[in-house]
């Protein structure tokens, strides 16, 4: 069963004098206007993450519908801060503060666990005690947290994409048959698929001149080129499997392509919120009251300048071969969002197999 998918201070008697107590209460004060302004902080973080999806609509239309939306739960040192259903239903208690805007409801309660850092969207199939039981939540920590465990983000906007790509996952996971087919046919982790590119020369070697083949495809335009440089893509990759099959005695095909997919559509909703913030709005809310939040930022983005994102040597192969073949099934303008996640028999790798080679 799937539980996580990625997928963390007077002594009696004395008397005290006039001073002191005047002291304690400016103290006390300014501390209750301080945490009530990071509060307000927070809680202005959280809208603005919930409004960048209506930006990336053009990309991808459903993921801003409501019908496929995911709760956030934002972890900062003392508090977690849950949007979404009410975790008077959710976890049975009562919220500490609750801010409402529009139709946007965010309670604040106190810290949940004790974890340093999350960054994942959960879900959980048994367990009814859980927040993400039978619905997915998005797990975050704040921006001060996430930039001391990621390097890139140095900025809110980066840390916005970030937690982005794990709401794609929370808008893939609303689906009754992406979630069924995970829980019934992949038995493979992340780390252990990324393992086999690590451990085994081979496969890395052929991955890297696979992925080559896909970015080799994105560079053409004439349809007979693309035709034949895919072509060349799918004898490798198919040969790879093979290989893998008979010396693994495992068929690595469909954990492979499921991967693929869930990760590199994530990642591709990155890389079109990265694409939007050139006509972004600036928030001037935001503005104001948050330091790291500079509205310049990102308005020049261009994806050579973030080879992780497209490289298979960067962080896991499969968030970049899924990423590359889904920009180029809109590269040859082939349609392909409506229903993706509804069918498993969909992946990029098979939309692009059947388009380009099978149907002739």
């Not at 896909?214 to 893509?233: D, V, W």
């Not at 006509?279 to 990102?298: C, G, H, M, Q």
């Amino acid at each position: 069963m799937i539980h996580y998918i990625f997928i963390i201070l007077a002594k009696k008697g004395m008397e005290i004098p006039l001073f002191r107590i005047l002291l304690f209460s400016t103290l006390f004060t300014f501390t209750s206007y301080f945490h009530a302004q990071n509060n307000n902080l927070e809680v202005r973080r959280i809208e603005y993450l919930h409004s960048l999806k209506k930006h990336v609509d053009k990309a991808w239309p459903e993921f801003s519908s409501q019908k496929y939306a995911a709760d956030i739960a934002l972890f900062t040192p003392t508090s977690t801060f849950i949007t979404g259903r009410p975790i008077s239903k959710t976890l049975k208690k009562s919220p500490k503060q609750t801010y409402k805007k529009g139709s946007l409801l965010i309670e604040e309660t106190q810290r949940l666990d004790t974890d340093e850092f999350h960054m994942a969207t959960a879900y959980e199939s048994t367990d009814s005690s859980k927040l993400w039981y039978q619905y997915p939540v998005v797990l975050c920590s704040d921006f001060e947290s996430t930039r001391q465990h990621i390097e890139e983000v140095s900025d809110t906007q980066t840390w916005a994409t970030v937690i982005l790509h794990e709401y794609f996952h929370g808008f893939q996971f609303r689906h009754p048959e992406f979630i069924r087919f995970a829980n019934d046919s992949i038995t493979l982790s992340i780390t252990k698929l990324q393992s086999y590119y690590e451990r085994y020369p081979w496969f890395r070697e052929s991955i890297e001149q696979e992925n080559q083949l896909l970015l080799e495809c994105l560079s053409k335009n004439r349809l007979p080129q693309i035709k034949a440089l895919f072509a060349q893509y799918a004898l490798k990759r198919s040969q790879r499997l093979l290989r893998f099959s008979q010396e693994e005695k495992f068929d690595l095909t469909h954990q492979e392509e499921f991967m693929e997919k869930m990760e590199g559509s994530a990642r591709y909703i990155e890389y079109q919120l990265y694409l939007a913030f050139k006509n972004i709005p600036v928030d001037k809310e935001l503005a104001e009251t948050d330091r790291y939040y500079d509205p310049s930022l990102l308005k020049a983005f261009k994806l050579e300048d973030k080879p992780w994102m497209y490289q298979s040597s960067s962080v896991r192969y499969f968030y970049s071969t899924g990423f590359n073949m889904l920009r180029l099934l809109d590269h040859l303008k082939i349609p392909y969002k409506e229903n993706f996640f509804d069918d498993n028999s969909n992946t990029p790798y098979r939309v692009l197999h059947y388009k380009l080679l099978d149907a002739q």
